[in-house]
């Protein structure tokens, strides 16, 4: 089986996403809830598709803009499931919804969904997993795994031979810290 690292070399979309993005630490929430919601959107799907949506994803959930997206009522969920550029799934455009509405909430209670994170950090994948799913709606394990690992919270987005691995350790992402 072919590495990320290895395919993603080159690719119009893997590559810059590897290169820039995955496994680096991020702390804005507006980030940390768009990698949220595409993770949860990949569920099924390729993340190449994701990818190629991701521009879509953006407007339509108005930048990740969390209390915009908690306010979101009827109207916008049925224009999100109108919306051909990005995934049309109920149960998935639910959990956006929700989830920017739970994010308010950690807000509130942490200040950020960073300080949220790393107020739970370090934990082993099957904790995080379990406190994901009480906290977020449409979380199982592979998609808190690939969370995790693209913002930096666990380990494995790099093989230590990549380029991108030193990078991403002077970034120093959390899991560097556990």
């Given at each position: 089986?072919?590495?990320?690292?290895?395919?993603?070399?080159?690719?119009?979309?893997?590559?810059?996403?590897?290169?820039?993005?995955?496994?680096?630490?991020?702390?804005?929430?507006?980030?940390?809830?768009?990698?949220l919601v595409l993770?949860?959107?990949?569920?099924?799907?390729?993340?190449?598709?994701?990818?190629?949506?991701?521009?879509?994803?953006?407007?339509?959930?108005?930048?990740?803009?969390?209390?915009?997206?908690?306010?979101?009522?009827?109207?916008?969920?049925?224009?999100?499931?109108?919306?051909?550029?990005?995934?049309?799934?109920?149960?998935?455009?639910?959990?956006a919804i929700e989830?920017?509405?739970?994010?308010?909430?950690?807000?509130?209670?942490?200040?950020?969904?960073?300080?949220?994170?790393?107020?739970?950090?370090?934990?082993?994948?099957?904790?995080?997993?379990?406190?994901?799913?009480?906290?977020?709606?449409?979380?199982?394990?592979?998609?808190?795994?690939?969370?995790?690992?693209?913002?930096?919270?666990?380990?494995?987005?790099?093989?230590p031979d990549c380029?991108?691995?030193?990078?991403?350790?002077?970034?120093?992402?959390?899991?560097?810290?556990?």
């Open positions: 089986m072919t590495s990320y690292c290895a395919a993603a070399s080159g690719h119009p979309f893997h590559g810059p996403y590897h290169d820039r993005e995955y496994g680096f630490p991020l702390r804005d929430d507006a980030a940390l809830f768009e990698r993770e949860i959107n990949q569920a099924g799907l390729s993340w190449l598709t994701i990818l190629k949506k991701r521009d879509s994803f953006r407007a339509a959930y108005d930048g990740f803009e969390i209390d915009k997206v908690a306010r979101y009522g009827e109207r916008q969920r049925a224009r999100l499931l109108a919306d051909a550029g990005i995934i049309r799934n109920r149960l998935k455009v639910d959990a989830n920017a509405k739970r994010l308010q909430a950690i807000r509130e209670s942490h200040g950020s969904f960073a300080a949220w994170l790393d107020a739970h950090h370090p934990r082993e994948l099957d904790a995080w997993a379990k406190l994901m799913k009480q906290t977020f709606r449409f979380t199982g394990g592979e998609i808190v795994r690939e969370f995790l690992v693209s913002t930096g919270y666990l380990p494995g987005a790099h093989a380029p991108a691995y030193a990078r991403t350790l002077k970034a120093k992402p959390p899991w560097t810290r556990a």
